[in-house]
């Protein structure tokens, strides 16, 4: 069930350059919240005509929900400037998520703050890895809280500044060949740019292994109701927002 | 207590807020976070004979006081919205409000053969029909339905004949008067009018140097066009007995009850919804604390309670 | 160094940032507050031939994204404009610009009469004629002189006949096309056309239940009609060579930029001055530094220069 | 000359409930202002499409220009939140204001924040009697100050709270007959509700002694290019931003 909460902020802090961690207190969308839900927020400093904004869920349970976000516009610059104490209307739990279920290790694919879905999921699954790229190592996202739940992170950055030189797909491709080697069991899952989603649509379907892909979309409503974030599969034009964010890697059509 | 009972036409509504079309799916989307006690009707999305994908992405842009948007009539066809949209809206929803089937169509015959689909399937939800006249008129060349009285009275003429169903023309707002558009709906055979459509408008990536949305321009709701709606409301009133389904930036009582005033029997909500799904049931609140605070024992006193010398 | 200057038909502009007409008074008003350096003109407030008292108080109404208004045109004839609101701009004005006067009339013959008592004073600082034909028709009945192509190109073809200054025509935004309005314009001799007056609004008291203005209905300006505007002269653009002046809610530079993008030669500020006198400068800047961050050598390279597949 | 300064605000503080006196530095207008002139503030955390609003000026000098203001509306409550330390853009010095000098004594008759511009003449003329009214005690404003200046208030109140039962007139009309019947000579300066500026009208027009009346309407520019502030005068219709908002009685059509 969706909900409407008005939610206080109990966080809104930087923990790198120009990311942030929102905490609210949200008892009832983060008893319901799966990971690869998102949640829709109002700034409540915007014009009232503004429109929402989507983040998917960082973490949930205890009554709040996290979202990690990065400042980009003018709704996440005003956002960041929200105090502890003030609150936030907020919509959730919105779309379909991941699955909760892998067979063998997940792989996690992450670009951005697409890693904030993969670290939700992380914290539900048995055995999964991060694989995560940057242009820098600055865009390396919350690589602390990863290792904090004990899971594996293999890097790639652009500029060599972290893990290897080059793209995510570097160590992505290496631990597919030494899973397959080893004939271990792999699922993949991923969240960030549409050009990372590409990849690993590919990969996927090449090699018949499940694949979940998280698509990011411009959003009016959040709920299904204006077929404004649509996204081409093989049913026609989806809805990110009630058929997505995620989707099977069969299903996207490119 | 208030009596809070409209009548468009012969639709009957339990209060004078309904939500506009493509603002809120085929009613049930919302339904978790909706109170539809607070409603007199839900608009469904636009519906034509066969499936529709609407424009490419992206489909809109926000702007100052509301959006521009040009989704662009994707759906899945009548059949499907008959079959499935309205079996789930029943279900879904617990307390169901009629539904206004919102149709359009590349062609006059199109409209017809939508107006009696819809008709033929007589489903008790299923309160009024709203005809889109605002959308590319394939065989005139991509003008819209609406832009020609003549073209437009021909086209309500042709959906008249094809259903009983209380019959509601939704007119475009960029017409130097609305005089003669509301002649051609009357004589065509119309039941009511839905006023304000979306201005056409345009937003340009001033860095790409390209039309933000896809489509290039797209049309214009929400806080802005509330004023410009207001005025055809007011000036529609004037000139025809036919009822008035009010929409284009209703935020707020206020905003409702301006319409009221002007003109209107009920009044629908758009783009607010997005922001505050709330917004329909705290314009339902607002309208009745004001009829209460200025004497009017009913909600429909409102239409045209305007004093003017 | 960009090259501010540019061409609206024969007006030659040190910069294509002008003001919009009845926000501006005769040009000096605003003296004190404003850098006439990054002026390319100023509209002056309309006038016709002899004073005309304008509407009743109150002529005016914030709204969010802008105003309406209903002023009504007040002035004292085209006589004590020229002889006197000129001689104070010339005196006042240190670094004038060309003056762009705006005018109207009750009947066609008015329009012309305006226009060849403005030729004749031969003003070397009347650089253009600007025709407001949102203005009521006393013979037609109040129906505007812009609500019907014919009845536009006949008053443009008057005004021509009776004036070789350049002549722009300021069309009305509530019409479903602009081109059979631009035709009229062509057709009639016009040199160039402003976009947009004011969209038709209207504001209501609930409290009191009457219209806020006077006038009842008003015109709306500012940020909210700007996507509207866009679309228009976009639309203006692709479909004549005529160049464009383009007004409705510029408020900074990127504004300015989308409309030139869309097809504009030049921009006009109006209700933006009110709240921020200094607005048209920053534009005028803001156009220049963009110009130059984008490898334009020359701000009329602006127009039309969006990027379409 | 006419100034948009971007004018610190010293001191934003009530001094009655729902009245603000508002301080800001604004050295180039504090030096060129006269009695009766205003100042158009815009308001900083209004949309920037918002209007500015007009104050008449209380009082101006040493680079400040003090407004005494009540809060009515969006515009003014938004300006009560305003901090010192912060900005706000404001044009004057605006439109015509009182004379500078006064055969005999100056009757200055005031309601509501219309003693404010009465303040600020009385600085500058030599001998002033001020009369206000209004419904109760709480709507006399700056009394103090008056009697700082040394200003004798002679008051009415509707409701009796201070001063005579009843309305300004009653003071005035005292002191009318008591100066003529002494022979000594006096002019009629007012500013305040349209009700009170015609009882004012009248009185100079009948007794033939000068007054001056200062009249507010909604404006748009504040400069005299809009022509949205009307008022009926000998002349046809005035702007009151620029050919007033100081009116002699006999120029004024009601
Ligand atoms: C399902 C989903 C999950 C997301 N999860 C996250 C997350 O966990 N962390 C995070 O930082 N961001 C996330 N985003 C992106 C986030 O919504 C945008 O960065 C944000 O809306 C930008 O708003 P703005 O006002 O700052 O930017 P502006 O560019 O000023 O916004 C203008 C408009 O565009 C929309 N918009 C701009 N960028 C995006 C974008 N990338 N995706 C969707 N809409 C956009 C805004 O919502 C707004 O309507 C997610 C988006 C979607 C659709
Ligand atoms: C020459 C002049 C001098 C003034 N001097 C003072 C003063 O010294 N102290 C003081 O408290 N007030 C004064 N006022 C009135 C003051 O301008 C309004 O109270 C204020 O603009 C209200 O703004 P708001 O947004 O709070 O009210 P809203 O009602 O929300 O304002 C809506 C619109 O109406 C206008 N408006 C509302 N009330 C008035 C009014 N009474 N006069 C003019 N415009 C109005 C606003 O400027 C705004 O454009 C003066 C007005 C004028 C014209
Ligand atoms: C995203 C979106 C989709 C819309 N789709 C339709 C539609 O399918 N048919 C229709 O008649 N109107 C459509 N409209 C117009 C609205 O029903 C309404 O007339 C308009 O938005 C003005 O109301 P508002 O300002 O409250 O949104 C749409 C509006 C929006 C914002
Ligand atoms: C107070 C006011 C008075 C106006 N008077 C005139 C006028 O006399 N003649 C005219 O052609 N347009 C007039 N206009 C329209 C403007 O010139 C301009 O076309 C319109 O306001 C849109 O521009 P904006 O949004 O920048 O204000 C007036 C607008 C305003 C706000
Ligand atoms: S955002 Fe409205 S349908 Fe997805
Ligand atoms: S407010 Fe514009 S002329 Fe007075």
Redo the contacts between chains.
Sequence with gaps: MKHDEKAEVLENREFAAGYRYLVVSAPRQAAEMQPGQFVHVRVPTLERSALRRPFSVFNAGDGKVTVLYKTVGRGTEALSKVKAGEFVNMEGPLGKGFPLSCKGTAFLVGGGFGVAPLYFLARRLPKSILFVGGRTKDDLLALDRFAEIGVEARIATNDGSAGEKGFVTGPLDAAINEFRAKGEEFELFTCGPDGLLRAVTERALELKVPGWISVDRHMICGMGACFACIQKTVRGNSRCCIEGPVFKAEELVW | MVNMEVELGALKMRTPVATAS????YGY??A??IDYSKLGAVTA?GVRME?W??NP????C????????A?GL?GQGVKHFLERDMFLYSRVVKDPVPVIVNIWGQSEEEYAEVAAAVSAAAHPLIGALEMNVSCPNVKAGG??F???PKVLESVVAKVRAATKLPLIVKL??????IVPYIRACENGGADALSLINT??????D?E????VLAN??GG?S???????A???V?DAHRATKLPILAMGGV?EA?DA??FM??GATAVAIG????????TAAKVCDGIAA?CER?GFAAAKELTG????S
Tied chains: 1, 4.
């Design positions: 493509g603002t809120f799916g989307e919302y978790d976070l999305k499936a994908p609407g992405m992206p489909r809109h926000e702007v100052e006081g509301g959006l521009v948007n989704i994707q003008h819209t609406g832009q020609d475009a707002p960029n017409v130097p008067s201005i056409p408008a345009m937003v340009i001033i790409r140097r390209v039309p290039r321009s214009l929400g806080r802005a066009i509330h004023p410009a207001v005025k055809l007011y935020y206020k009850i301006e005033l002007a783009t607010a919804t997005f922001s505050a799904p709330d004001y200025h309670a305007i004093c003017e």
